[in-house]
C-alpha cells in the first residue's frame, strides 16, 4: 500500500492552497485523502442532516479541484481541528497532514494556522503547510528541495528530501538556494522520538519562508 497524506480542507482559497500542495506531493507516491472537520454535532436532527450534508459538499468541491474523484472524503468532528487530524492520520496510518497558510498570510510566504500550530506541537504526523497564493499556479509541480538546516537531528529531512526527489524528479538544492518549491525540515534536537517539536530554528525558517514547508517528526523520515 501507497502511504497517504491528508488534506485539511474547508473549501477556502487558502485551503485550496492545501489542495494544490497535496496534489504535488501526491506525485511522489502518496494516496490522497480529504478531511473536514466540524466542531459540533446538531441536537436537532433536520439541523444535522444539513450540517452534514454543507461538509460532504465541501469535500466534493476539493475532489472535483483535484480531478480525482476516487479520493477518500472523511468528515471528523471535533472541537480542535488539529486534535481531530491528528486523530484522523493516526486511524488511517496517515504519513502527513497538508494544511494551506492561516488566512491574513501574504502571496508566496508560509504561515501556520491555529490548526496546523496544534500539530506542530507535539504531534505525531508529518505537517506540511502550503505557501500563500500556491493555488493559482495549477500546472506547478515541486522541482527544486532544499534542506536549509545543518545538524544531525536534520538527518531525517534529507532523507526524506532524497526519496521526495527521487520520486517527483525533482532536485535537491544548496539549502540557501531561493526560490524553491518546498523546504523540507526536522524537529528540535532533543524531540522524543516519533514527535514534533519545532524549535526557534524551525520557527525562523517557517518566518522567511517563501515556498511551501514540510515539517518532520523526531526520527521519522518520509519515504513514499
Avoid at 486523530?87 to 494544511?99: D, I, P
Avoid at 525540515?185 to 519545532?198: N, R
Amino acid at each position: 500500500m501507497s502511504p497517504k497524506l491528508i488534506i485539511s480542507y474547508d473549501g477556502t482559497p487558502n485551503d485550496d492552497d492545501a489542495l494544490a500542495l497535496g496534489r504535488m506531493l501526491g506525485e511522489a507516491g502518496f494516496d490522497l485523502a480529504l478531511a473536514y472537520v466540524r466542531h459540533s454535532r446538531e441536537f436537532d436532527h433536520r439541523r444535522e442532516e444539513l450540517a452534514q450534508h454543507d461538509a460532504e459538499q465541501r469535500l466534493e468541491r476539493g475532489v472535483a479541484l483535484l480531478n480525482r474523484p476516487n479520493v477518500d472524503r472523511h468528515v471528523a468532528v471535533g472541537a480542535s481541528t488539529g486534535e481531530s487530524l491528528g486523530r484522523l492520520a493516526a486511524q488511517e496510518g496517515a504519513s502527513m497532514v497538508v494544511f494551506g497558510s492561516d488566512y491574513r498570510t501574504s502571496p508566496g510566504h508560509v504561515e501556520p494556522g491555529t490548526s496546523a500550530q496544534f500539530l506542530l506541537d507535539g504531534g505525531r504526523v508529518a505537517v506540511a503547510i502550503a505557501s500563500a497564493g500556491v493555488r493559482t499556479r495549477p500546472d506547478a509541480r515541486i522541482q527544486s528541495i532544499a534542506v536549509p538546516l545543518a545538524g544531525p537531528t536534520n538527518d531525517v529531512a534529507r532523507e526524506t528530501a532524497r526519496a521526495l526527489a527521487g520520486n517527483l524528479g525533482a532536485e535537491v538544492v544548496a539549502p540557501d538556494a531561493q526560490p524553491v518549491d518546498l523546504i523540507v525540515v526536522g524537529s528540535a534536537p532533543g524531540a522524543p522520538e516519533g514527535q514534533i517539536v519545532v524549535g526557534g530554528d524551525v520557527r525562523e525558517e517557517l518566518t522567511r519562508a517563501r515556498s511551501s514547508v514540510l515539517v518532520l517528526a523526531a526520527g521519522t523520515p518520509l519515504t513514499p
